[in-house]
């Protein structure tokens, strides 16, 4: 079902795509992609794909932005930073839309993600936050490229993040799916979804 909505929706992703590629490569030279290593299901790692939102050397700018304790604290509890400021002008736009995440269709159609389920996460920071019901509820499912957690507690506190995992899990259906994918085109439509 996953590629099938895919596919039928390539006429509309696919230039959206294309033009964002186009974009990015005229502000910020090659390298438009960014391919993550994201932990899948069973466990399998597989390269998450998204746009390029962040300097170049991002990674090598973190540790001293992290040594601001209200800074770290925060990268503690949410793994992400507020107003990052690694983030390019156009980096920020696109993810104020989540159109960064549009790659991502690409990873549905190679059966390493699903259109909803968990938000893919990194080795570090599964084997940091995910324990017992959690990682069970994770490892079970296909990351999302839209998910439960996305769509109503996104910025929240990671542990609501986990339990939202888990119901989702235990709840699965599809029409919970189509719920979730109705209130995600009206979150990147708003802007509220990042």
């Keep these: 079902m996953d590629v099938t909505l895919v596919l039928l929706a390539l006429p509309v992703w696919g230039p959206l795509l294309l033009a964002l590629v186009g974009l990015l490569r005229l502000r910020q030279g090659p390298g438009v992609f960014f391919l993550h290593p994201r932990i899948g299901r069973d466990g399998r790692e597989f390269r998450m794909i998204k746009l390029r939102t962040m300097v170049p050397d991002a990674p090598d700018r ?10 770290k604290a925060h990268w503690a509890r949410h793994a992400k930073l507020p107003e990052d400021p690694r983030r390019t002008p156009l ?18 159609l190679l059966g390493q993600m699903s259109l909803v389920g968990p938000r893919p996460v990194p080795q570090s920071e599964f084997s940091a936050q995910y324990s017992g019901a959690s990682a069970r509820a994770y490892l079970s499912l296909r990351p ?6 996305q ?10 993040r986990l339990a939202l995992d888990c119901y989702y899990a235990d709840s699965r259906s599809l029409m919970l799916d189509l719920r979730i994918l109705l209130r995600t085109f009206g979150a990147v439509w708003n802007g509220t979804g990042a």
């Design 144 to 149: 999302g490229v839209s998910g439960l957690w």
């Design 91 to 108: 980096g920020r736009w696109l993810r104020d839309t989540s159109l960064d995440e549009l790659p991502q269709m690409i990873n549905v």
């Design 62 to 71: 973190l540790a001293p932005l992290l040594a601001d304790p209200q800074a």
């Design 151 to 160: 769509v109503t507690a996104r910025g929240g506190a990671y542990g609501r």
